[in-house]
């Protein structure tokens, strides 16, 4: 069995991690290689436990009820409860405490992107993962959306030759930043938020064979915030990388959380990527599905549903489920734990444990272009904020691994010195 411990428990929870949680109770994963083995809720951390006692009496009678920690201690007193593995799922500038407290008492740990907001934190966290024998991984679903996953195939198989430039966006209505995170948007934005989806999804499909080199980024302010503030409305990222043959490839990410509530496709997602040979693109709107119904559109309802990320079916054989590419990696990460744990090799831990740290898709030491990319943005905007607009980040130069550079400034300011 794997007992859980779940950091946080907001609407990533309830979206995607209380599926898994409510299927393991009847349904443990299975494998060739470990046999059945049971993944269960044992316990949560959170701020109140508001959400957690709710939950816990909304479902009475119907799983095994976890313990509610909440408060100041509620971390440690999670890590002494018997778990074996945590998830982290609180506002991203709060991963790297959380994450490292579950390391060093030994737990596996899955965080939600992005996994932090700097390469020194991350360094920190993959040391301290070796050093303990424990899995430290990320949640970046998007890899296992059906229409990624292709994409990344035909790029790998070479029927996609040579990206060249792409263009991402995603925009989220003001009930996000207005509603469901307005406790911890003050001070942050967009891009970090969720453009990392598409900065793993863009390193992963398109690598490793090429190398990281700049990054620029510009935004808006005034609407969840003041116009001279440190919070953003939307941000467009800009995101350089250098092939081999010292042609360029660049990305555009445009993020937003102020897309009004009413527009119809609720969380709009849409990328395109041009090749040599070809142009790929693809529009959640426009995946066939449309829906209206009286009254329950578009607030409890979505007019364009994305049921390949996340939906609740009634299976042609009768039984209810839920299930979707935001539920699979969450399910994935348990079967790598219990493989660690529970794989027929009894006596080889350890190479079981490197097999496992040796998936690029979503271990934390494969995250560096990710977080390096997230900490030259934030430092961007830092300086925007500062009235320094339209700096630019180079990576591993002769300077530094992140080095900033402001417009009209020969004094560079060195981000992190190490090679990224």
Same mark, same amino acid.
């Given at each position: 069995?794997?007992?859980?411990?779940?950091?946080?428990f907001?609407?990533i929870?309830?979206?995607?991690?209380?599926?898994?949680?409510?299927a393991?109770?009847?349904?443990?994963?299975?494998?060739?290689?470990?046999?059945?083995?049971?993944?269960?809720?044992?316990?949560?951390?959170?701020?109140?436990?508001?959400?957690?006692?709710?939950?816990?009496?909304?479902?009475?009678g119907?799983?095994?009820?976890?313990?509610?920690?909440?408060?100041?201690n509620?971390?440690?007193?999670?890590?002494?409860?018997?778990?074996?593995?945590?998830?982290?799922?609180?506002?991203?500038?709060?991963?790297?405490e959380?994450?490292?407290a579950?390391?060093?008492?030994?737990?596996?740990?899955?965080?939600e992107?992005?996994?932090?907001?700097?390469?020194?934190?991350?360094?920190?966290?993959?040391?301290?993962?070796?050093?303990?024998?424990?899995?430290?991984?990320?949640?970046?679903?998007?890899?296992?959306?059906?229409?990624?996953?292709?994409?990344?195939?035909?790029?790998?198989d070479?029927?996609?030759?040579?990206v060249?430039?792409?263009?991402?966006?995603?925009?989220?209505p003001?009930?996000?930043?207005?509603?469901?995170?307005?406790?911890?948007?003050?001070?942050?934005?967009?891009?970090?938020?969720?453009?990392?989806?598409?900065?793993?999804?863009? @390193?992963?499909s398109?690598?490793?064979?090429?190398?990281?080199?700049?990054?620029?980024?510009?935004?808006?302010?005034?609407?969840?915030?003041?116009a @001279?503030?440190?919070?953003?409305?939307?941000?467009?990222?800009?995101?350089?990388?250098?092939?081999? @043959?010292?042609?360029?490839?660049?990305?555009?990410?445009?993020?937003?959380?102020?897309?009004?509530?009413?527009?119809?496709?609720?969380?709009?997602?849409?990328?395109?990527?041009r090749f040599?040979n070809?142009?790929?693109?693809?529009?959640?709107?426009?995946?066939?599905?449309?829906?209206?119904?009286?009254?329950?559109t578009?607030?409890?309802?979505?007019?364009?549903?994305?049921?390949?990320?996340?939906?609740?079916?009634?299976?042609?054989?009768?039984?209810?489920?839920?299930?979707?590419?935001?539920?699979?990696?969450?399910?994935?990460?348990?079967?790598?734990?219990?493989?660690?744990?529970?794989?027929?090799?009894?006596?080889?831990?350890?190479?079981?444990?490197?097999?496992?740290?040796?998936?690029?898709?979503?271990?934390i030491t494969?995250?560096?272009?990710?977080?390096?990319?997230?900490?030259?943005?934030?430092?961007?905007?830092?300086?925007?904020?500062?009235?320094?607009?339209?700096?630019?980040?180079?990576?591993?130069?002769?300077a530094?691994?992140?080095?900033?550079?402001?417009?009209?400034?020969?004094?560079?300011?060195?981000?992190?010195?190490?090679?990224?």
């Open positions: 069995m794997i007992r859980c411990g779940m950091i946080g907001g609407m929870f309830d979206d995607t991690y209380r599926p898994v949680f409510e393991g109770v009847s349904v443990p994963l299975y494998s060739s290689a470990t046999g059945p083995v049971a993944v269960t809720l044992a316990a949560v951390a959170s701020r109140t436990g508001a959400r957690a006692a709710r939950y816990l009496a909304t479902h009475a119907r799983r095994v009820p976890f313990k509610n920690f909440s408060g100041p509620a971390i440690a007193e999670l890590l002494e409860c018997g778990v074996d593995a945590v998830c982290v799922a609180t506002p991203d500038d709060r991963h790297f959380a994450a490292r579950a390391i060093v008492a030994g737990k596996h740990v899955l965080i992107k992005p996994s932090v907001l700097d390469l020194r934190q991350l360094d920190e966290l993959s040391r301290l993962a070796a050093e303990h024998g424990v899995l430290a991984k990320v949640v970046y679903h998007k890899l296992a959306d059906p229409d990624h996953k292709k994409l990344r195939t035909l790029y790998q070479g029927v996609l030759s040579h060249n430039s792409g263009y991402c966006s995603l925009l989220e003001k009930s996000i930043s207005g509603g469901q995170f307005a406790e911890w948007i003050a001070g942050r934005n967009p891009a970090t938020y969720v453009a990392v989806h598409y900065l793993k999804l863009i @390193d992963f398109f690598g490793p064979n090429w190398a990281l080199d700049r990054i620029s980024a510009t935004g808006q302010r005034g609407l969840v915030g003041p @001279d503030g440190l919070t953003w409305d939307s941000v467009q990222l800009q995101v350089v990388y250098r092939h081999p @043959d010292a042609r360029e490839a660049a990305f555009d990410i445009h993020t937003s959380w102020v897309t009004p509530d009413n527009f119809p496709g609720f969380v709009e997602q849409e990328v395109q990527f040599d070809a142009v790929w693109s693809a529009h959640q709107r426009k995946r066939g599905v449309e829906l209206t119904v009286e009254n329950r578009p607030g409890e309802l979505k007019n364009t549903p994305n049921y390949h990320y996340n939906g609740t079916f009634l299976e042609p054989w009768g039984e209810r489920s839920q299930r979707g590419y935001g539920i699979e990696v969450i399910e994935r990460f348990f079967k790598e734990v219990a493989f660690v744990e529970y794989g027929v090799l009894a006596d080889a831990r350890a190479d079981r444990l490197a097999q496992m740290r040796s998936l690029t898709y979503n271990d494969a995250d560096r272009n990710c977080v390096a990319i997230v900490q030259a943005l934030e430092a961007i905007l830092a300086r925007a904020v500062a009235g320094v607009p339209g700096c630019v980040v180079k990576v591993n130069g002769p530094g691994g992140l080095v900033l550079y402001e417009p009209g400034s020969a004094e560079p300011l060195v981000l992190y010195e190490g090679r990224v």
